[in-house]
């Protein structure tokens, strides 16, 4: 199949790209706003030789999704709110275990039930995990259909060189979204990782295997979480990714991440052209979060402002990475018939601050 443009919702833009990229297997629990993707991908992956399976609950998607990682397949599942919290003691055991595949998290306000307007109110969840353990994922958050598809490429091999799961956490209004992406001439990514070496699929020709993500000793624990906390350090070190725009010679600097971040590459443009220095900084892995855009930021830098769909959650990781150099300003909003911050409310508090 060649290089195409396509008119999707986003959705099924995420269903169509990580289809074309080696996903064979994907498993689900019909739940708005990501209902659209599974309904994509129950048409379209028998071309592939794939299958949507349905399952009866999220418990049942998440450990489905364990078991085929264990054969050394690729498996997606898609959800969003609630069930990605009823999905978090498994991603847990696949941090543990070592096990990759590909979730979507569709953001809708919380907490609780919540409702399926949409929100960036699983940051924390996303990137600091609701399992138990040490343990970490990555977590990517495209801010467009068209991103969407230039990274899945990337989520695909992240997810076997460091076999852990790789998670999308895409806002709902994001994700209901149409419009059109380019997507190129599909190449199955996943079958270029060779997974003999630990799949689980019978003895055959090799020693029994077994699964460990318990400790039947004390060491065997420490060692794991040892071995884990090294792939963590390497993931943070070479896996950042972020887009900047016009920060070299910034007064104030914008960062948001998702359809605040896309509304910001508006805002700098606006802005810019009314002679006033404003850059952006729009954090594309939300784990490992990109600390080393924010390293050498100018002396010309007063103040930052973080804009979210939530109530104050990137921000402190911002905080982090700027450790007190720079002051940090907050504008979120969540809940209600259109939880944005408009581009006129994020304009006029950055007008405040230079």
């Known amino acids: 199949m060649k290089s195409e443009p396509l008119f999707l919702k986003n959705a099924q833009t995420f269903a169509e790209a990580m289809v074309r990229c080696g996903v064979r297997y994907h498993f689900a629990y019909p739940i708005t706003p990501a209902t659209e993707v599974m309904k994509h991908t129950a048409v ?18 998440s450990n489905a999704l364990a078991g085929c990682a264990c054969t050394g397949k690729l498996g997606a599942t898609s959800t969003s709110g609630p069930g990605m919290s009823l999905m978090q003691e498994t991603m847990s055991y696949m941090a543990g275990g070592e096990l990759p595949c590909i ?29 138990h353990g040490d343990y970490r994922v990555i977590v990517l958050a495209p801010a467009s259909g068209q991103e969407i598809v230039d990274i899945m490429p990337d989520a695909v091999k992240l997810a076997y060189t460091y076999r852990t799961p790789v998670l999308f956490v895409i806002d709902g209004v994001t994700c209901t979204m149409t419009e059109s992406a ?48 090294a792939k963590y350090e390497l993931i943070k ?19 948001a991440f ?10 700098v443009a ?12 729009r954090p594309i892995s939300l784990w490992p979060f990109p600390d080393k855009a924010f390293e050498g930021l100018s ?7 973080v804009v979210e769909m939530n109530h104050g959650q990137m921000v402190d990781d911002v905080r982090l990475a700027v450790n ?18 408009t581009l006129a409310e994020m304009t006029a508090k950055i007008n405040t601050l230079l």
């Open 270 to 281: 606006n802005m810019r052209a009314e002679g006033k220095k404003v850059g952006l900084i």
């Open 258 to 267: 998702g359809i605040h971040g896309r509304m910001g590459q508006d805002l």
């Open 44 to 61: 379209i992956l028998p071309q592939y030789g794939g299958r949507m399976v349905q399952m009866e609950s999220e418990l049942a998607v």
């Open 237 to 255: 070190e070479k896996e950042q990714l972020w887009e900047e725009i016009e920060v070299e010679d910034a007064d104030v600097v914008l960062v």
């Open 103 to 131: 979730m979507l998290d569709a953001m809708r306000v919380g907490p609780g039930d919540g409702d399926i307007v949409g929100a960036q109110s699983n940051y924390f969840q996303a990137t600091r995990g609701g399992g």
């Open 299 to 305: 002396d010309s830098v007063k103040s930052m402002l």
């Open 182 to 229: 380019l997507f190129p001439e599909a190449h199955d990514y996943a079958s270029e990782f060779d997974t003999s070496s630990w799949a689980f699929t019978g003895t055959g020709d090799h020693p029994k295997r077994y699964l460990l993500t318990g400790s039947y000793t004390h060491s065997q624990g420490e060692e794991l979480n040892e071995k884990l906390l």
């Open 324 to 341: 007190g150099r720079i002051p940090v300003h907050f504008l979120g909003k969540t809940g209600g018939d259109m939880p944005l911050c």
